[in-house]
Structures are given as structure tokens and as C-alpha cells.
């Protein structure tokens, strides 16, 4: 199985999330190393950045809860092959699908917290809900800006219809961040026109057993 990489996102541990399009399979799908998540010593190795070309060998069925369900993929480590680096068409016919909205690409069931100055604050999804817990939506660039609240990155993305704060987790965004803070971050979102902008659920945790947060997971 050939997998786009798409995303890139910091886990806790100096561990990260990776997932991407598959082509073969004409899905989202998030490929775990002997089902857990890449290890950065296994990331430097096979070059795992948005836009890698990578191929792996699906081992045994995930056994996790909806929504993660639907893209958790557990794969042999050692099968992973990178075949290219450098995919550039993010937008187009030819780049992995994305959704007209936000509550679209994840099938209605997006929830929140509360809402400020017309922005939905704590963004989640109820675990065990059948639908994705990645998708995309492709926004014209000034519908996308960085902040810092409280010591974090976040960032406001507008997708027509609604307005969403949300946590970023993006790899290229923090390092930028945490090495130059917010224009260095700001500095690393793309320069183009439009962008497609990828979003995606955490998985619960103790103090949120029922939600899984949303997140920025990167910016094309």
C-alpha cells in the first residue's frame, strides 16, 4: 500500500501521529507502527514529512474506538519504504480530497465548549461517533491566522461558513514556533493563495474521557 503523507503531528513522549492518502485504497488512513505511534528516530529514517511518498505492508485490524477507528491503520515497521519526498500539488484534482466545511468533514458531528467573538472554542467530537478523525478544507490564506493563548500556539480557521479556534499540532508550525515564536510560525504557513488545510481528533484523554479534541494538524 502507497501512502501521501499529509500529516505530521507532535504526541506527547517526542513521539508523533503520521497520516496520509491512499491512493490504493482511496482513503485517509494512519499508518502505526506495530500499532502505536512513530517514534522520532523511525521519522528521521524514513523521511516522513507532508509529502512523502511512503509504502507500507497493513498487518493486523485496528482494535481502538470510533472516530479513530475509521483511519487507524496498524502496520509492519519493517515493510516501511520511502519511494519519493517532495509532492507540491496540494490543490487541484490531483491532491488528496478535502470537504467543503469543517462540520462536513466530519459528518455533522462536530461539537464545542462555547463560542467567542463568533469563534467555536473547544472543538471536539464525541468518541465512538462513526465518522472520520481526519479531514481537510481548502481555504483562501487570509482565513487562516496563528496566536498565542496562554502559552500555546493556536490558530482561528474560518471555512466560509464558520469560524474554529483550535490547538495546533502541526510539526512544522511548532518547531517553527518553539524555535522563533509566532512570526516564525507564521513565517512557515505556506505563501500561496489558497491553502489546504488539514485538521484532525485527539484521541480522549483522563480529564475528557468522552472527547477528542480538534486540532491544526498542518497547513499546504
Given at each position: 500500500m502507497?501512502v ?13 501521529c503520521?497520516?496520509?492518502?491512499s ?7 494512519r499508518?502505526?507502527p506495530?500499532g502505536?505511534h512513530w517514534?522520532?528516530?523511525?521519522v ?11 509504502r ?6 485496528p ?7 475509521t ?30 466545511t ?16 463568533n469563534?467555536r ?10 465518522c472520520?478523525?481526519?479531514?481537510a478544507?481548502?481555504v ?14 493556536k490558530a482561528v480557521v474560518?471555512d466560509?461558513?464558520?469560524q ?11 518547531e517553527?514556533w ?7 510560525a507564521e513565517?512557515a504557513l505556506?505563501?500561496r ?27 499546504l
Amino acid at each position: 500500500m502507497e501512502v501521501l503523507i499529509t500529516d505530521v503531528t507532535v504526541m506527547h513522549g517526542g513521539n508523533y501521529c503520521v497520516a496520509g492518502w491512499s491512493a490504493d485504497v482511496t482513503r485517509i488512513i494512519r499508518p502505526l507502527p506495530s500499532g502505536h505511534h512513530w517514534s522520532e528516530a523511525l521519522v528521521a529514517k524514513h523521511n516522513i514529512v507532508p509529502g512523502s511518498l511512503i509504502r507500507v505492508q497493513p498487518s493486523v485490524k485496528p482494535n481502538c474506538a470510533f472516530p479513530h477507528k475509521t483511519e487507524d491503520t496498524p502496520i509492519d515497521p519493517e515493510t516501511i519504504q520511502l519511494v519519493t519526498v517532495g509532492f507540491k500539488n496540494w490543490t487541484g484534482a490531483a491532491a488528496p480530497p478535502t470537504s467543503s466545511t469543517i462540520m462536513e468533514g466530519f459528518s455533522g458531528n462536530v461539537l464545542w465548549n462555547s463560542v467567542w467573538d463568533n469563534v467555536r472554542q473547544g472543538v471536539y467530537v464525541l468518541e465512538g461517533k462513526q465518522c472520520a478523525s481526519l479531514a481537510a478544507i481548502m481555504v483562501d490564506r487570509p482565513r487562516i491566522s496563528l496566536r498565542e493563548d496562554f502559552g500555546k500556539l493556536k490558530a482561528v480557521v474560518s471555512d466560509g461558513q464558520d469560524q474554529y479556534k483550535l490547538t495546533v499540532s502541526s510539526r512544522v508550525l511548532r518547531e517553527a514556533w518553539e524555535q522563533g515564536g509566532l512570526a516564525a510560525a507564521e513565517a512557515a504557513l505556506p505563501t500561496r493563495a489558497q491553502l489546504h488545510v488539514r485538521v484532525g481528533l485527539a484521541r480522549t484523554y483522563q480529564d475528557e474521557p468522552t472527547k477528542c479534541y480538534m486540532m491544526l494538524n498542518g497547513a499546504l
